[in-house]
Nanobody, 125 residues
Framework: LVQLVESGGGSVQSGGSLRLSCVVS????????MAWFRQAPGQEREWVAS????????TYADAVKGRFTISQDKVKDTIYLQLSSLEPEDTAMYYC??????????????????WGQGTQVTVSS
């Protein structure tokens, strides 16, 4: 059973930074795609970033491009999301996810079959 456990969330002021971590365990074969999604109160969950383990290619939502960075440490089986220049609009529960269903790493939730429980990020102005 694959398990994903996020950590690193917290409360920061606008302009601040956080690094989210997602430890992956229980897998037989590493999933090709890793991603971060977020969900703000009263809103639908939205894609933030994806990382392709085979091509070492990352993609980002326009709202976070240039401010967030997705990466992984294969030795530690950990996926990271570095959040910089945070804005109040970034306040949300952040979820990591992995999957290999699609040939490319998409922004679609249905393409990710393993999910963490989430870590809360709150940004105050």
């Amino acid at each position: 059973l694959v398990q994903l456990v996020e950590s690193g969330g917290g409360s920061v002021q606008s302009g601040g930074s956080l690094r989210l971590s997602c430890v992956v365990s229980g897998y037989m074969k590493r999933d090709r795609c890793m991603a971060w999604f977020r969900q703000a109160p009263g809103q639908e969950r939205e894609w933030v970033a994806s990382y392709n383990d085979e091509s070492d290619w990352a993609t980002y939502a326009d709202a976070v491009k240039g401010r967030f960075t997705i990466s992984q440490d294969k030795v530690k089986d950990t996926i990271y999301l570095q959040l910089s220049s945070l804005e109040p609009e970034d306040t949300a529960m952040y979820y990591c996810a992995t999957g290999s269903a699609a040939p490319i790493c998409t922004a679609l939730e249905v393409d990710y079959n393993n999910w963490g429980q989430g870590t809360q990020v709150t940004v105050s102005s």
